[in-house]
């Protein structure tokens, strides 16, 4: 692995950080339900990313499922919590 | 070079992923604020995940394309989200009286009868 490529996942996982920090503040300043919901939609969506940039870091191919994971975790609970602030209930 | 390119991908992602969440964070209100993660949510998405095939193709040489999956998962779920939650604002915005939701859509009555 070049200097180039470690250097360039350093600065994506610094970038993925930084963002998860500015969402973090919508979260918890965010002035209705339904901004928190997005923000927390969002911060699974950053580990999605932070774990296929550990992937290719670590050459390893375990953190993939890791983030299928994520992926189908994060869609039920965030259209569970969408429908529980639309409808005041999750399944009726 | 394949390492280059998986490089400037990686660097490609993490700006739009900052982009995004510096306009979640700092536009005015919630159906602005729907916008900017839609870039993320592709153009992040896409960076990261054809550096990844690339890299794992270069690294086994041979074609790695299960990353893929990720994408089409994405490009099927975050849509359905995203629509739940426009809806669900719409809806507390419309019973809390506020001033920037749309009025409701009425069904057009039929005149001729």
């Given at each position: 692995m070049s200097a180039w490529l470690t250097a360039a996942i350093t600065f994506a996982l610094a970038c993925y950080a930084l963002a998860s920090l500015l969402v973090l503040v919508r979260l918890v300043r965010g002035p209705s339900a339904q901004d928190r919901v997005f923000a927390l939609d969002l911060l699974y969506f950053h580990a999605i990313l932070v774990m296929l940039v550990l992937g290719i870091r670590h050459e390893s191919d375990v953190f993939f499922e890791g983030a299928l994971l994520i992926a189908l975790f994060g869609f039920v609970s965030s259209s569970a919590m969408a429908k529980f602030i639309l409808r005041g209930e999750v399944i009726e | 070079m394949i390492e280059i390119i998986v490089a400037l991908l990686l660097v490609l992602s993490g700006l739009f992923v900052v982009i995004s969440a510096l306009g979640f964070l700092f536009l005015p209100s919630f159906f602005l604020r729907m916008h900017p993660p839609a870039l993320a949510y592709t153009f992040g998405s896409w960076c990261v995940t054809l550096a990844s095939i690339l890299y794992f193709s270069a690294l086994e040489?041979?074609?790695?394309?299960?990353?893929w999956v990720i994408i089409i998962v994405l490009s099927i779920t975050v849509p359905v989200t995203t629509l739940l939650l426009a809806r669900a604002a719409l809806f507390r915005g419309r019973a809390a009286g506020a001033a920037d939701t749309p009025p409701r859509l009425e069904p057009k009555r039929n005149t001729a009868q």
């Open positions: - | 040489s041979r074609p790695m394309l299960h990353p």
